[in-house]
Nanobody, 126 residues
Framework: QVQVQESGGDLVQAGGSLRLSCIAS????????WGWFRQAPGAEREGVSC????????YYLDSVKGRFTISRDNAKNTLYLQMNSLKPEDTGMYYC???????????????????WGQGTRVTVSS
């Protein structure tokens, strides 16, 4: 059974930084592309950043380019999202999931029916 567990969310002031982590189990982590997805209050879930098996050319949502960095540690089955210069519009629940490699789509989409975790809440105050 595939399980993912996100952590690292917090309440932070605008301009601050957070590092999100996602630990996965029940699958061969490095067989998959992975992504971070967020859902703001009253909005649909959107792809923030996705990374392929080979770590090259990750995808970033335009609004986070230059501020967020996605990375993966295959030895630890862990996905990370370093978030700097946070803005109030970054507020939301952040989820990680297996993804379609951004090489194929040019954007960040989850695989069909991925296993979603509980998410981790990021709140950025102005």
């Amino acid at each position: 059974q595939v399980q993912v567990q996100e952590s690292g969310g917090d309440l932070v002031q605008a301009g601050g930084s957070l590092r999100l982590s996602c630990i996965a189990s029940g699958l061969t982590f490095d067989d998959y592309a992975w992504g971070w997805f967020r859902q703001a209050p009253g909005a649909e879930r959107e792809g923030v950043s996705c990374i392929s098996w080979t770590d090259d050319s990750p995808y970033y949502l335009d609004s986070v380019k230059g501020r967020f960095t996605i990375s993966r540690d295959n030895a630890k089955n862990t996905l990370y999202l370093q978030m700097n210069s946070l803005k109030p519009e970054d507020t939301g629940m952040y989820y990680c999931a297996t993804a379609i490699s951004p090489h194929y789509t040019g954007d960040c989409r989850p695989l069909p029916s991925p296993s979603w975790g509980q998410g981790t809440r990021v709140t950025v105050s102005s």
